[in-house]
């Protein structure tokens, strides 16, 4: 990663920071009270000694002192507690923000773009890479101006009694962020090629998880495993040229502080015994400071000890950003949104030299005209790849289009992309339940529905005639792969959710290609039912229910080939070769 980007996502991230200031300043404030009450500790037990040692005070005359020293004590252990937690409210604060900020770009992008890559790389995107920013929040940020305010407070106390001290300590502290910066460049760009392997191992696994059955079907459970353990030792490698660039640069910075320390450990002791006579005020050096300097010594350099350790922090924090800010910044818009809320109770649609686009701008499917009145029914058929399910995913908002695709009047870029989904009830071929009950997923679209609404879309859909049977009926929990449902059961909740919302547009994505003949007919009942009155467009498989249709689009290579009732097309034309084709295959069955 060369300097100028290093910078760029440092400066992000510091950007970030803005949100959370409160806490920033609560806890350099705490960390400064700690400095200073470390001063006070320092010249009490050096005051201790030097009375105790050279004056042979009496101990119970210095009661008071041991007191003062063991209150300051604990008022730095209060300090050192609470600067932890406002560093963790620092990195909470901020690391719940880039997450909203992630959720809204998902959520915008829309599933055709999410879809582009494995699930397991959004984990590590969403969970690891974003966990992985707290201490820069937490620790690094703060101890930047840490490392700075307790030397310098240090200095001004030290400076007074003896400056040859104060002297050593301005030459060498330099030393320590110098060789700091040397080795954290370098595990920037570890931590960077780290998480990188992170989100390949990420989405390889959970990929090859949920396959495991068809993996098992085709003998190649073992191959697979090969190649995981390949990428977890990438991973590993990785991982552990993190580590040794982590424990380089701690070894750095111990070996110079130690010397740093040594070296004004020398200076008294040379000045103990006479051989030198320099730094002080006149006066000769006593006890009380040297004890003093030589314990505010490994305190001195211990905020930029810190701040070495926490540089990795910082490695790692670009490491994680520059995939994060990728993904926020350089990734194309799936189409503009309006805010335009018309009417919508019944649809039109209208489209004229429509083209769909992928969202990094390619034709999908086009150049398409075709118009939709309200209550009109429009079955679209053609073979996979054809192009229906992009023009759906443009008609739902989840695609770029050029051209005039026009919803009531309005271009579908000018409305508001919530209300128009409102208006719309959907229902796909894969459906798809989430963690939570029977009744949470029916409930979706009107989490404040009823019990009586809810048992009506239920009865309405069939769904009654299993939740009866289960022991939780609606409340039966419902987890990952639609938790042991069925299909044709998930499918069945699918359309009593899809009924529930109750659209003006009704978008069917093959309801049935999954199911036995049983569910089939229930929701094909069900949808012949709720569709009544209804503008709807339903892609197919199935020609023999086409004549139920006002319209028929057939769609080859992204065009729409033909378009007209069914009696028309099936004389002839792609149509009609396709009834033809099917019933062939009928006939060999």
């Not at 289009?401 to 409305?415: A, D, P, V």
């Not at 609606?474 to 529930?500: E, F, T, W």
Request: glycine share 6%; hydrophobic share 45%; with cysteine.
């Amino acid at each position: 990663m060369d300097k100028s980007k290093q910078r760029a996502l440092t400066q992000w991230l510091k950007s970030q920071s803005s949100l959370a200031k409160p806490w920033l300043v609560a806890t350099i404030s705490i960390a400064l009270l700690s400095g200073v009450l470390l001063i006070a500790q320092a010249a009490l037990l050096a005051h201790l000694l030097h009375q105790l040692i050279i004056e042979q005070t009496d101990k119970f005359t210095l009661l008071p002192s041991f007191l003062a020293l063991a209150g300051v004590v604990l008022a730095r252990a209060a300090c050192s507690w609470a600067k932890e937690q406002t560093g963790y409210r620092c990195g909470e604060v901020i690391r719940q923000h880039i997450r909203h900020l992630i959720l809204n770009r998902l959520e915008a992008l829309g599933p055709v773009s999410i879809q582009g890559r494995p699930a397991g790389s959004w984990a590590s995107l969403i969970l690891e890479q974003v966990e992985e920013l707290q201490d820069f929040f937490a620790r690094y940020l703060p101890q930047m101006a840490i490392a700075v305010l307790i030397p310098l407070v240090i200095l001004v106390a030290v400076f007074p009694i003896n400056w040859a001290s104060g002297v050593i300590f301005l030459v060498t502290a330099p030393l320590v962020p110098f060789f700091m910066a040397l080795v954290g460049i370098k595990a920037a760009d570890a931590n960077r090629k780290n998480f990188k392997a992170l989100q390949r191992l990420s989405g390889y696994f959970y990929d090859r998880l949920r396959g495991l059955p068809t993996l098992k079907l085709f003998n190649r459970v073992e191959a697979e495993a090969e190649q995981l353990h390949l990428a977890s030792h990438t991973f590993r490698q990785r991982t552990m040229e993190v580590l040794r660039l982590a424990f380089l640069s701690s070894a750095v910075l111990e070996f110079f502080t130690a010397i740093s320390i040594a070296v004004v450990a020398v200076y008294f002791g040379f000045s103990f015994i006479g051989e030198l006579d320099f730094g002080h005020y006149g006066a000769s050096i006593s006890l009380f400071t040297g004890l003093f300097v030589l314990v505010l010594a490994p305190e001195f350099y211990q905020p930029l000890r810190d701040l070495g350790t926490f540089y990795h922090a910082k490695a790692q924090a670009i490491g994680a950003a520059e995939s994060i800010v990728e993904f926020l910044d350089a990734q194309p818009d799936t189409g503009t949104q309006g805010e335009a809320t018309p009417d919508l109770s019944t649809v039109t649609i209208i489209a004229h030299d429509l083209e769909v686009l992928s969202p990094d701008g390619h034709v999908l499917a086009g150049p398409m005209c075709f118009s939709i009145q309200p209550g009109e029914q429009v079955a679209l058929v053609g073979v996979s790849g054809a192009g229906k399910s992009s023009l759906l995913n443009a008609l739902l908002g989840f695609l770029p289009y050029r051209g005039s695709l026009t919803i009531n009047g309005y271009e579908r870029s000018e409305l508001d992309l919530t209300h128009w989904r409102q208006s719309i009830s959907w229902v796909g071929q894969n459906p798809q339940l989430f963690h939570g009950s029977i009744r949470d997923n029916i409930a979706l679209a009107n989490p404040e529905a009823t019990p009586e609404t809810i048992n009506q879309v239920m009865t309405q859909a069939y769904v009654d005639e299993f939740v009866m049977r289960l022991t939780d009926g609606l409340a039966h929990p419902v987890g990952d792969r639609n938790g042991g449902l069925s299909v044709g059961q998930a499918q069945r909740i699918a359309v009593a959710r899809a009924l529930l919302q109750d659209g003006a547009l009704w978008v069917l994505d093959e309801p049935t290609a999954s199911l036995d003949a049983h569910s089939e007919n229930r929701v094909l009942e069900t949808l012949s039912a709720a569709t009544q009155a209804k503008t709807c467009v339903q892609v197919s498989h199935r020609l023999d229910s086409l004549t139920h249709s006002d319209q028929v689009w057939v769609m080859m290579d992204g065009k729409l080939v033909q378009q007209g009732p069914y009696h028309t097309l099936a004389e002839t034309g792609p149509l009609a070769e396709m009834l033809a084709s099917a019933d062939r295959r009928n006939l060999d069955a």
